[in-house]
């Protein structure tokens, strides 16, 4: 087996991470000795007697900043445990931000792919002191074009998005060989017994045992539904790659 990937987050919020990495498929490549998940507290890193970690913004404007010497500290801390676990590979430094390019299919496949370390920051309140981002080349990175509270939820979902796709992860049955984006197309409905739901029967292709004609049915499927939701998709737009 190749490698044990190392995942690491700094975050104000452990429990967040510990439990999505902790179950399903995340999980499962722990246990395989794929992967190993490092979880930073920042709050450890606070300042003073009350841990701050903190402050109001220059400038005014409402809501809090994130200070930059906990952060700071707690990068370097992570950083140099990732680098001694990796056999001194730098880690991937990642900042979930709405402001970041936008994490795709395409990013996921491109870092699963990779072996350095990957660290992600979750921000909260407002957002970071801007001074940290820029003297740790933090890479921004988006999932979506919404506002969440913090980068938690962002960093499990693109842990979980790279994860999967490490060779190993998946058995056979659930390869994500045909799953959507993977074609830059949507993957086909799927049915299970019974054969009958609520007057819905199961489309009968599906039991006639004819593999070329379940096989286009299910492409012209997937294919009719892409176009209607996503017909950006077929254009190559899913081509970012990070
Ligand atoms: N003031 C920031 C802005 O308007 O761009 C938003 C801050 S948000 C409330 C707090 C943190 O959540 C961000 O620093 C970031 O780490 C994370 N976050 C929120 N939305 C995100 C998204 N769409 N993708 C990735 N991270 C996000």
Redesign the pocket.
């Known amino acids: 087996m190749e490698h044990c990937r190392h995942i690491g987050v700094i975050t104000l919020f452990p429990e967040m991470l510990r439990n999505v990495l902790g179950t399903s498929i995340p999980d499962r490549a722990r246990q395989k000795g794929i992967v190993e998940y490092h979880i930073w507290d920042l709050r450890a890193f606070g300042i003073g007697s009350y841990h701050s970690v903190d402050d109001y913004p220059y400038g005014g404007g409402g809501g809090m900043v994130l200070k930059p010497e906990p952060i700071s500290e707690a990068l370097d801390c992570a950083t140099a445990e990732l680098e001694a676990l990796s056999g001194g590979e730098l880690p991937r430094l990642v900042?979930?931000?709405?402001?970041?390019r936008v994490f795709v299919q395409k990013v996921a496949e491109t870092w699963s792919r990779e072996t350095r370390p990957l660290l992600f920051l979750?921000?909260?309140?407002?957002?970071?002191d801007q001074r940290v981002l820029e003297s740790y080349l933090l890479e921004e990175w988006?999932?979506?074009d919404?506002?969440?509270?913090?980068?938690e939820i962002?960093s499990a979902l693109m842990i979980d998005a790279i994860v999967r796709l490490i060779p190993g992860v998946l058995s056979n049955a659930d390869s994500p060989q045909n799953e959507t984006f993977t074609n830059g197309s949507f993957d086909f409905p799927q049915y299970t017994r019974p054969r009958s739901f609520r007057g819905r029967e199961v489309p009968p292709v599906l039991l006639s045992g004819n593999h070329e004609a379940i096989r286009t049915f299910r492409e012209e499927l997937s294919r009719k539904k892409q176009q209607e939701i996503r017909p950006d998709l077929g254009n190559g737009r899913s081509g970012i790659s990070g």
């Open positions: 900042f979930p931000s709405p402001q970041g979750c921000g909260h309140y407002e957002g970071v988006s999932c979506g919404y506002v969440l509270s913090g980068g962002p």
